[in-house]
């Protein structure tokens, strides 16, 4: 894979909490985690530090078509699916 940097002439402050409701979706991962990568767990331990409090993300999806992000996929030499933001907690720590 050769790295290639671009630009987009993109107002990314769009993505920003204060223009966007993150509250639209908010939630962990860590419930199905657990049963899904089992054998992390049993190898390395239950990892009871990690709970709900502590990996909650919100996150929201975009629409490609929408036109606020019209020509994105020219400039970035792919075909998008899908286009999400995700806002992490800066308070979430692992004890």
Same mark, same amino acid.
């Given at each position: 894979?050769?790295? $290639?940097?671009?630009?987009?002439?993109?107002?990314?402050?769009?993505? /920003?909490?204060?223009?966007?409701?993150? #509250?639209?979706?908010?939630?962990?991962?860590?419930?199905?985690?657990?049963?899904?990568?089992?054998?992390?767990?049993? $190898?390395?331990?239950?990892?009871?530090?990690?709970?709900? #409090? #502590?990996?909650?993300?919100?996150? /929201?999806?975009?629409?490609?078509?929408?036109?606020?992000?019209?020509?994105?996929?020219?400039?970035?030499?792919?075909?998008?699916?899908?286009?999400?933001?995700? /806002?992490?907690?800066?308070?979430?720590?692992?004890?």
């Amino acid at each position: 894979m050769i790295l $290639e940097k671009i630009k987009l002439d993109f107002d990314y402050s769009y993505f /920003l909490a204060e223009k966007q409701d993150y #509250n639209f979706h908010k939630g962990s991962c860590i419930s199905y985690q657990r049963e899904e990568q089992n054998d992390l767990y049993n $190898e390395y331990g239950n990892g009871y530090s990690y709970d709900e #409090n #502590n990996t909650v993300i919100q996150q /929201l999806w975009y629409d490609i078509k929408d036109p606020i992000f019209d020509g994105w996929e020219d400039k970035l030499n792919m075909d998008i699916k899908i286009l999400n933001a995700v /806002l992490f907690y800066s308070r979430s720590k692992i004890n």
